[in-house]
């Protein structure tokens, strides 16, 4: 069974950077691709960004050029470095994985497209 776990989340003013981790365990990371997807109170769930098992990766608009992601496959770890942080990027964050070698720029953004979830961990910008 996959699990994964995130950390990283916090508390930080408006215009700081924070860098949150995912750990895979339970199957082969290398071969997943990997989102982020994030939730504000009252709001759906949206994606954030994605790295496909060839490490392409992809962003929604919105988050392009503020946010990374990256992954070690060594480690079974997916990042998402976020600088210059907004009141707006205030939501939970969510890991997932997708065992589909098929997705492509228009559904790798699709949380429907991802297999397995963690448990997500609260990011708060403060203004």
């Known amino acids: 069974q996959v699990q994964l776990v995130e950390s990283g989340g916090g508390l930080v003013q408006a215009g700081g950077s924070l860098r949150l981790s995912c750990a895979g365990s339970?199957?082969?990371?290398?071969?997943?691709?990997m989102g982020w997807f994030r939730q504000a109170p009252g709001k759906e769930r949206e994606f954030v960004a994605a790295?496909?098992?060839?490490?392409?990766?992809y962003y929604a608009n919105s988050r392009k050029g503020r946010f990374t992601i990256s992954r070690d496959n060594a480690k079974n770890t997916v990042y998402l470095q976020m600088n210059s942080l907004k009141p707006e990027d205030t939501a939970v964050y969510y890991c997932?994985?997708?065992?589909?070698?098929?997705?492509?720029?228009?559904?790798?953004?699709?949380?429907?497209?991802?297999?397995?979830w963690g448990q997500g961990t609260q990011v708060t910008v403060s203004s």
């Open positions: 790295i496909n098992w060839s490490s392409n990766t």
């Open positions: 997932a994985a997708s065992i589909s070698r098929g997705l492509t720029i228009a559904t790798i953004g699709s949380a429907n497209e991802y297999n397995y």
């Open positions: 339970g199957g082969t990371f290398s071969s997943f691709a």
